[in-house]
């Protein structure tokens, strides 16, 4: 008792809300991912057992090769009494949050034939309440969601029912403002936001396809009745010639400022960018707006002028830490290069000192690239910033380090901002993080951060444009055309001949940070080999983590990865407390609410068609046992990693043994069958 009160004085002094639902897809609207719930616990996690399992009928209904093309990335909402959350087709599904049964079903019917630029995809749903409209009216309490073919639709939260009030019957087409090269160019991916009355709604756009690619504007409608309120192009056109700097990463809300936060992108293309000369503002940084009117607050820029990829994809987390100077409200925005910016919620301005360092220089022809790039002085890199050859390593002795090394020695590889190149440059981390769309959390009383990362390097290539034509990339690299840019791209992660990233593993972990401190507190390697190896052998190795975490005021993380568990760490130590098996990975944000006295943690279960995974259709919930349950020998003995290969072992060995028994009852029968001839 005297723990709890301590936490909700906390929680009061730092003006944190203490709900106990998990109501935006950040967990609040500063997305913190953190639950002021207690009733699970370091002590008690290990003896956590399944709650339910809900399968959203897709890996059935859907053909194989769309299937191939999904990400089941959402994270569900706790809200009106339900778990609401989204499948990579647009489906919305409310679930009884204490059973799993649907309770209802929204079909947008969205086209299989679309082939978006991002796979199939929906991070998750908002909510937000009217509260002009009488209690009890339709739609006055709606989910909005956005689609592959870019519609933003509101849904009625109690019944999942179209709001008629809204748009046109409940939806709004959103006009991409030029015509596509083909229909998934242009797609939303991630949950919309919500503030003073108004939706706002960003954007995911091709990448690396032309330079004239369509603008990434973000757009804000009334959210009652759909009418535009505003639009915001992130890149500022003056003098330069790109198309977007998109939003397709998640927004944060600061409802008592009336300020709406977006972390961009970088402008098209990615990796070459001679015809837009100078930083291009407002690319590449951390965008402050006021959510009614769309006016430009602040902005802050994190790259300048980006050829490496190096967007802003996590979610701006709002908090309110302490520093020397007393509490301060502010952004923390993680970035792909393993980077922490945290930035004084108001001005925008730099807590503790941000440095212009020099960087590489010498890019591609035609290319001006900026001196200098900014390195936050406070808050160490998350990873390492550069791949040497002490950092190769292979899982075989002898096997493929070579191939490594010489990939290595023929790159260009002068560390963080190495220009791309037409010999090839090694870019670590990885165009893919770092910190990628899971974000970070923060836990508002012990001012940490947590966050995971990947640590895995990509080699990008340009390509002359009299080579490009008709230029056939080998398998496992990514092809951009960069249309109106002097090069073409090819981009592929630097792997040794066996299939494994060319650094020693961990290929993934959590971070925590404490962030007044400037101190990293641990590392902790996430996730096994075991879903992506032969025979299912699980390497502690570590998996590439685009997702993120959950932590709880019971001393708790939650993460998934990309082999098929769900996992829980003790947050003060990093030490992992627990495993949960999972239908296929959970390449998702885990998050936790309580309902009828119980506490649930929840993950999406659908794999990641990008990474390779087993593809599936499952939401799975897990709680503590209720009087009489307890965890099945088999979950115990076989649902672990390994498990199932030490299985497979023991049938290859009964097996061998039921052939070799087979053998020798022959060879006797017919060994007594000769004697008896004799």
Known sequence: MRSLFRLLAALLLLGVQPALAWEYWGGDRGGTRFSPLTQITSDNVGTLVRGWEFRTGDLDARPPDVMKRTKFEVTPLFVEGSLIFCTPFNEVIALDPGTGAQKWRFDPQISMKQRPANRFVCRGVAHWTDDRAAEGAACKSRIFTGTNDTRLIALDARTGRPCADFGNGGEIKIDAGMKLEWPGEFQITSAPVTGRGVVVVGSAIGDNRRVDAPLGAVRAFDARTGQPRWSFDPLVHNGIEAGHSNVWAPMSVDEERGLVFLPTTSPSPDFWGGKRVGNDEHANSVVALRIETGE????????????????????????????????????????????????????????????????????????????????????????????????????????????????????????LYTPPSTQGTIVYPMTGGGVNWGSAAFDPVNQIMFANVSHAAHVITLIPRDQAKGFNPPPGHDFGQQEGAPFAMS???????????????????????????????????????????????????????????????????????????????????????????????????????????????????????????????????????????????????????????????????????ALSALVALLWRRRHARRSRSA
């Not at 390697?525 to 502690?540: F, Y």
Request: aromatic fraction near 6%; charge should be negative.
């Open 296 to 415: 430009l607050a602040w902005a802050f820029q994190t790259v300048h002028h980006d050829v490496w990829d190096y967007d802003l994809p996590a979610q701006p987390t709002l908090a309110r830490i302490d520093t020397a100077n007393g509490m301060r409200d502010v952004v923390i925005q993680p970035t792909k290069q393993g980077f922490v910016f945290v930035l004084d919620r108001d001005t925008g301005k730099p807590v503790w000192p941000v440095e212009e360092r020099a960087v590489p220089q010498n890019g591609a022809e035609g290319e001006k690239l900026s001196p200098t790039q900014p390195f936050p002085t406070h808050v160490p890199p998350l990873l390492t910033q550069r791949m040497t050859a002490d950092d190769i390593g292979s899982m075989l002795p002898g096997v493929g380090s070579s191939a490594c090394e010489r990939l290595l020695a023929q790159s260009r590889n002068e560390g």
């Open 491 to 657: 981009r592929a992660l630097a792997m040794t001949p066996v299939g494994t990233p060319c650094n020693k593993p961990p290929w993934g972990e959590t971070v925590a940070v404490d962030l007044k401190a400037g101190k990293i507190l641990w590392h902790s390697s996430v996730g096994t080999s075991e879903d992506v190896a032969p025979l299912g052998i699980a390497l502690n190795t570590g998996t590439p983590l685009v997702n993120g975490v959950a932590i709880t005021a019971g001393g708790v993380l939650f993460t998934g990865a990309m082999d098929a568990y769900l996992r829980a760490f003790d947050v003060k130590s990093g030490k992992q407390l627990w495993l949960g098996r999972l239908p296929v990975p959970g390449v998702a944000n885990p998050m936790t609410y309580l309902w009828n006295g119980e506490q649930y943690v929840v993950i999406g279960a659908g794999g990641h068609s990008e990474a390779g995974t087993t593809i599936g259709d499952s939401v799975v919930a897990f709680r503590l046992p209720r009087q009489g349950e307890s965890a099945s020998l088999w979950t115990r003995l076989i649902d672990r990693p390994g498990g199932r290969f030490v299985l497979k072992v023991i049938e290859a060995v009964l097996l061998l043994i």
